[in-house]
């Protein structure tokens, strides 16, 4: 019987065919968007230049420490949830958060201790605690601060706000409730107490706004905190990063590292892919810029004659403050420092002044500090601490040369500690990094240096913050802090969500 010799089938991988989404940056904004676009049907590209995925999410290991680099309170957990349902997962099987009780212990310069609590009973106790006189002005700011939660995030932070009639619509809510105002302003209007006014209104300087010009929106946090919780994610907050590009590859999409996007391709007004520094292009059906929005305008579409973000007006724009931030473990443990811990200086708004308006580097310093191993030890070794203090310092417009300044600040930051909250600290340190403004230029290639972004001031907000459809090039969409809602976790993956209802099914043409 005559056979004829056939060639072997190869095992080819079929081609993949869906509409392309490149993804700039794996910050949480560009991770969330990613599995939003797979779940609706996109084949996803993340582009990040870092070495590692997480953007200023990502994570410092050294020595047998592991250091968060930048996010490490988690609220609104349900907005992650969120995520891993669209992949058909449960988060709990990936990830394990704790809450925090106390949220915060407020350590004033006096030695005065404030701690911030989940329960309304005790913190309620705690108010009474310090000025009994301030408990029917707090409980009637709680109720204020739980309406702006209700409409300024339930009902308008995942709302794109794509021109002034979005805007105009929902101002009359805003302002009645008090937007027109400052943060420090509305808690004063409750709140007598100089240290209650603090501690009640010292959040927007987590998502880079000077409590004394921040709209009174953002008093929403106060119970925000209280509705959702404060959570602190087992193994770091690395671990949601790590379990969000798993999402990802799981839909069949990619995280490339090290790929410095240096432009965004533009053909006949769209986006139609990105160009990296290597020289090499990808080509997409749409682009998502994860970077900061400033950045993304002024540098990655040098092509493209701006109408709305010029130079101009980007120049003119306010940004927000930045962060000194020091990474260190010691050979001992304090166990009697919170996972939360503000540690105040003698001044509030004079200090605020200084680095917001004046843009100068102050001799006095309020540290936020960090002590993740208070609730998971394994990120150091055995019997050791693992910690992270930032300090607000002013944007790189202040002209502090971080190169020459920045051991003097750290060895400052040392000090302070070593007299307040971690004695005999200066004997204990066994491994140490540092962050200051310039390496938030840098390396996470934000503005002027600028932690934040844009600040969230009243007229920066909405309407008047960078869209997340951009108004400059069709096919291009923003998240992160820099665009709409804003900075802070819930506000970046909200970024993510509001692109549900603005970004076009695969397959459209833009």
């Known amino acids: 019987m005559l056979t004829l010799d056939r060639p072997p089938v190869l095992d080819t991988p079929p081609v993949d065919r869906r509409s392309h989404a490149v993804v700039i940056g794996s910050g949480f904004g560009g991770l969330a968007a990613a599995v939003r676009l797979g779940a ?11 070495e590692a995925p997480g953007g200023r999410a990502s994570v410092h290991r050294q020595d047998g420490f592991t250091f968060d ?6 609220t609104a957990p349900y907005l992650f949830e969120d995520l891993w349902r669209l992949c058909g997962r449960d988060m709990a099987d990936d990830i394990d ?3 925090i009780d106390p949220y915060y212990r407020l350590v004033f310069d006096d030695g005065e201790v404030i701690d911030c609590h989940a329960d309304p009973a005790a913190m309620k106790a705690e108010i009474a605690r310090i000025a009994p006189g301030d408990l029917a002005g707090y409980d009637r700011f709680m109720a204020r601060s739980r309406e702006m939660c209700k409409i300024g995030f339930e009902k308008l932070g995942h709302v794109p706000f794509m021109s002034l009639w979005d805007l105009a619509k929902n101002a009359p809510d805003l302002l009645s409730l008090g937007g027109h105002l400052s943060v420090y302003e509305l808690v004063s209007s409750f709140i007598k107490h100089p240290k209650l006014r603090i501690a009640l209104s010292f959040h927007p300087l987590f998502v880079g706004g000077n409590p004394f010009d921040t709209t009174a929106v953002y008093c929403m946090i106060t119970y925000f905190e209280r509705r959702w919780g404060v959570h602190f994610a087992m193994g770091g907050t690395g671990a949601l990063v790590t379990g969000l590009v798993g999402l990802i590859e799981g839909q069949g999409g990619s995280l490339r590292c090290g790929a410095h996007v240096s432009e965004i391709l533009v053909k006949d007004g769209a986006a139609c892919g990105v160009k990296l520094d290597s020289g090499e292009t990808v080509a997409a059906d749409i682009v998502v810029s994860n970077a900061d929005s400033a950045y993304t305008y002024g540098q990655l579409l040098p092509g493209v004659k701006r109408r709305r973000w010029t130079d101009r007006r ?16 010691t050979r001992r443990r304090y166990e009697n420092v919170e996972h939360h811990t503000i540690v105040l200086g003698a001044r509030y708004q004079g200090l605020l002044k200084e680095i917001f308006a004046a843009k100068s580097l102050p001799a006095d310093m309020s540290l936020y500090l960090h002590r993740p191993t208070a609730t998971d030890p394994s990120l150091a070794p055995p019997g050791c601490d693992a910690f992270y203090v930032l300090s607000p310092v002013p944007h790189l417009d202040a002209g502090v040369d971080w190169a020459v300044e920045g051991e003097h600040y750290r060895r400052a930051v040392e000090q302070r ?14 491994t140490s990094r540092v962050t200051t403004p310039q390496d938030f230029q840098d390396r996470y290639c934000s503005v002027k240096g ?22 400059e090039v069709r096919g291009l969409y923003l998240v992160g802090a820099g665009t709409q809602p804003g900075a802070g976790l819930p506000g970046v993956l909200s970024s993510a969500r509001i692109l549900d209802g603005l970004v076009p099914a695969p397959g459209y043409h833009v």
């Not at 609706?40 to 870092?50: I, M, Q, S």
């Not at 980007?314 to 473990?329: D, E, N």
């Not at 913050?465 to 951009?470: A, G």
């Open 40 to 50: 609706r049907g996109y084949r996803v590209t993340v582009l990040e230049r870092l």
């Open 69 to 74: 680099a930048g996010p490490t309170i988690i």
């Open 97 to 99: 958060l704790r809450s």
């Open 314 to 329: 980007l120049a003119a724009s306010k940004y927000s403050m930045s962060l000194f931030v020091w990474y260190f473990g």
């Open 417 to 430: 500690l070593s007299e307040t909250v971690l004695p005999g600290l200066e004997s204990e340190v066994v």
């Open 450 to 471: 600028a932690a934040f972004g844009l600040a969230p001031t009243l007229i920066q907000s909405a309407w008047f913050r960078p869209n997340n459809r951009s108004e």
